[in-house]
């Protein structure tokens, strides 16, 4: 059994659909035949064993019957029409059958009736020819008596033989082999058909993937007919093969984009050493003003880079699409201690903050560095001695600066990968951090955005969904 099974999976998927409807039209079709079969036997029976019943063999032939079988000497009873065979039971179980009739083996149903114990009865029986035969036997009760034979004392049972039954089912039996042979070959034939027709969307899927193993092209799409199950699959195959271009596509820009990020510190951090190392090599000293300057753009490059390094592993770590389990946190408590380093790297700015308590769900640290991102952003941007203002607010934490504002034609593009406004080439920062903003904010369920402000500046909008307020001591 195992290996039959083995051998069955091991089979082309169509040859399998049309083997599985081949095998469920022979069964429907042998279903169909051995109940036709058996109607038939039932209905042939019930015809022979009415047409037995309804057979009465008049009184003259039965005495003339009599007569020739007691008194062999003289003129015999002639056989009824058609293939009716009539034979006499005594009693004692002695027959009498006419001549040229093969006598037909007696039951003790059929002595029982001759006795008189019962009126008739129908059974089968084979004569002694071999022949089965059909056997009606009915009481029968002389109108005169015979000499040697008293009155009542014998049964008369009529026989026709069950070759009319056996020899019409026999035959019927060829013709419905033949017709159900034909119908499993239909069948199979025409299940093949069906199922080379409706796989070939499937076969065209399979050449597809089987193009993208071996040619990594993405670009592979297969037309969608219909809305059924192939369709959907050839769709999905689709949207499938589309994200993963766009997948490959978007990791080779990062690729390229943190090539050319890395860049700039690495070129300006390998010049300052080489310079530090030549006057080492030399003996000519640098002079101590431009040694200094020398050492403070190395430690600036270090920061930057260290900074994008930073950037692009919290991009580019595996559970970066999962944050985990989320937490109920106070927004408040994470823009005030993010304000407080925001403080730090702007201590010429003045930050005026208005923080309501607001509840959210999130990952602390991600949702963290998220708002200090956008409180850095305003603090580079604006003018020396200037002014950001932070609210927090129903869930809507507003950080405002003074700075030169973000053209609108650039507002797009602001929370894409390394971008960063052409104004902003000089400044410090990987062009990551509004990013990291954007999907940290996504993944808490909020929105983020940048708006020019009234007058100058931009403003930043970061908006959660509340949660409740944990128990006190949690």
Partial sequence: MTGTLHRLRALPLRSRLALLVATAVAIAVAAVAAACWFATRVQLEQQLDTSLRNVKVDDGYVQDLVTACTHPGQ?????????????????????????????????????????????????????ENGKKMRVYSYTYQTRNPVPGLPPSNFAVSVARPLSEITEPLATLTWVLLVVSGIGVIGAGAAGLWVARTGLRPVDELTEAVEHVARTEDLTVRIPVEGEDEIARLSSSFNSMAASLASSRDRQ???????????????????????????????????PPDDRRALMKSVKAQMTELASLIGDLQELARPDAADPGPLQVVALHDIADTALERARLRGPELTIRADLTPWYV?????????????????AVKFSPPRGTVEVALRDGELTVRDHGPGIPAEELPHVFERFWRSPSAR???????????????????????????????GTVAVIRLPGAPQPPPGM
């Fill in 75 to 127: 003129a015999a009873a002639q056989q009824l029409g058609g293939a009716y065979v009539v034979q006499l039971v005594t009693v004692s179980g002695n027959t009498c059958t006419a001549p040229k009739a093969s006598p037909i083996g007696v039951t003790t149903a059929d002595i029982a009736v001759a006795a008189g114990l019962r009126d008739n009865t129908l059974h089968t029986a084979r004569a």
């Fill in 252 to 286: 080779a820009q990062l690729i390229a984009d943190a090539g050319h990020e890395l860049r700039t510190p690495l070129t300006s951090l390998r010049t300052n050493i080489e310079l530090l190392a030549r006057s080492d090599d030399t003996g000519r000293a640098i």
């Fill in 361 to 377: 769900r999130a990952e602390p640290a991600g949702l963290e560095r998220a708002v200090v991102n956008v409180l850095d952003n």
């Fill in 426 to 456: 000089q400044l410090p920062g990987s062009g990551l951090g509004l990013s990291i903003v954007a999907r940290t904010v996504q993944q808490s369920g909020g929105e983020v955005a940048l708006r020019p402000a009234d007058g100058d």
